[in-house]
């Protein structure tokens, strides 16, 4: 039997929820409102130079997460990257399964559904779209959704932009840490650093109060670039508290992932984030996660360290790392 989909089952007549997706009292977002008044930092990276190194650094260093703005991607081109996304998530269901995942055989790209590995795990609200957008010599274009005939042109041009973007944040970071500006994109193995593509889809929820989008987690990435559409759901943690992330139009969403936090030595703090949904509206978002090859070795840079500040973190390659988390093993 094929997996059921999150957005199957909305489509059907539901008007209670299968008990996979009810959360234990404590996690349910009826019990776990994000905080009032506490608004996430948002920086244009259209300041000088100087002041960017001191905005970027202070925001990653205290919240792991940020809004830029002026970021030189164009509207139009976000835009055209949501619209191949909704119009593959319009397929009718049987194209779609065309393209299924299978995780639990090491199959990671493609349409997925999170499933369950022990009888007491939850199911997250969402299905979603994985796969590498970069580097070119290891893509497999095979992967990507051929429907619509723009979503690879589109997806092409927006990495292309990424990673301009992502060049110039890991700049910013390195030298906020006092380092040369391109320390901490050669630690990530420089050109072949790894780019993938997420999109996710959360139907409307007929009781978005017990359930959630995706369950509390940082990113495994070194860092995180998102955009959403305009139904918001995304929380970070704060000070033990939930702060609900507001819309803003075009801004980038960036998180900090595990590889910056341990090649910092803990100075960038990994965001603990999750994502909620809504009674009446799908909500989307196209993550884009950046991280090392899985050969790269990973640890705090050797600058950093000495006998004042010890390494907070092992150094290990990136594949042993995501077998660990995957594993829920202790790194
Ligand atoms: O949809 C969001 O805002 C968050 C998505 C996310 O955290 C993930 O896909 O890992």
Redesign the pocket.
């Given at each position: 039997m094929g997996v059921e989909r999150v957005q199957t089952l909305a489509n059907g007549e539901l008007n209670e929820l299968p008990a996979q997706f009810i959360r234990p009292a404590h996690e349910r977002p009826e019990n776990t409102e994000a905080i009032e008044g506490l608004t996430v930092p948002v920086i244009s990276l259209s300041q000088p130079h100087d002041v960017l190194v001191k905005e970027v650094s202070r925001a990653c260093s205290e919240w792991g997460f940020c809004l830029i703005t002026d970021h030189g991607i164009p509207e139009s081109l976000i835009q055209r990257l949501q619209m191949v996304g909704q119009e593959f998530f319009k397929l009718p269901q049987k194209e779609k399964e065309a393209y299924a995942n299978d995780p639990s055989n090491g199959k990671f790209e493609g349409y997925g559904t999170k499933m369950t590995k022990n009888h007491d795990d939850k199911v997250e609200w969402l299905d979603?779209f994985f796969h590498l957008m970069s580097p070119p010599s290891k893509v497999n274009y095979s992967f990507w959704p051929q429907k619509p005939s723009s979503y690879r042109e589109t997806t092409e041009e927006y990495n292309k932009e990424i990673l301009r973007v992502t060049d110039e944040l890991l700049q910013l970071l390195s030298e906020g840490m006092g380092l040369e500006g391109n320390v901490l994109k050669s630690h990530l193995g420089g050109e072949d650093i790894e780019v993938e593509m997420?999109i996710?889809m959360y139907p409307p929820c007929p009781q978005p109060q017990l359930v959630l989008?995706?369950e509390p987690?940082t990113?495994m990435s070194a860092i995180t670039i998102?955009v959403?559409n305009d139904v918001p759901?995304?929380h970070v943690w704060k000070d033990e508290k939930w702060v609900a992330v507001n819309y803003l139009p075009n801004a980038l969403l960036v998180h900090i992932g595990d590889q910056v936090e341990i090649l910092s030595n803990g100075k960038y703090k990994s965001v603990l984030?999750r994502?909620i949904v809504n009674k009446d509206r799908m909500?989307m978002?196209w993550?884009v996660f950046c991280a090392p090859p899985h050969e790269a070795l990973i640890g705090p840079v050797p600058a950093l360290v000495d006998d004042q500040n010890p390494e907070k973190y092992s150094t290990k390659t990136f594949a042993e790392y995501r077998f660990r988390k995957f594993n829920k093993l202790p790194q």
């Open positions: 979603y997420k996710n989008g995706v987690h990113d998102l959403p759901g995304l984030h994502s909500r978002s993550a």
